[in-house]
């Protein structure tokens, strides 16, 4: 199974990259694991919110492929502990999953579109970070739900 992290504009802070960057070499023993980056939107700061969220809702449609299991990082997403994150990573693998498409929005969130074509929502805490921090926190968790399914000593109940 591959796993393809999308996300809305580049990551610029480079502490974050540098993190990032670091668990997604680590995830290189366990998964295909890549980032696809859609572009940042020209012109944003004349659009309203609702038609950025309608143009990158056609750019993440666009990043879609058929037979794709599409899960949105969601502040409304079901959340789980970590062993259960991984669980059910483990799962996915199991029941031939092409590619676990997991997608992190623009900064007003998702078109009713892209939820209307998500399989599920994942929220990774109650609380609100920013976009570029989510992707770190996404990237980390996928890594340690790895090292979960594969009972090395990385977590630590």
Known sequence: ????????GRTVDN????GINEYTQRL???????????????????????????LEGDAILAAMAPGDRVVLLDEGGKEYRSTEFAAWIEHKQNVSTKRLL?????PYGFAPKVYNAAHEKLSLSKMTFSHQ?????????????????????????
């Open 102 to 106: 997991f997608v992190v929005g623009g």
């Open 15 to 18: 502490n974050i990259i540098a």
């Open 133 to 157: 921090m989510i992707r770190l926190l996404f990237v980390e968790q996928l890594y340690r739900a790895y090292t979960i399914i594969n009972h090395l000593p990385y977590h630590h109940e």
């Open 1 to 8: 199974m591959k796993i393809t992290l999308l996300v809305v």
């Open 28 to 54: 290189g023993r366990f998964a295909q694991f890549d980032t696809v980056v859609i572009p940042e939107l020209k012109n944003a700061k004349k659009l309203s919110e609702a038609q950025q969220k309608e």
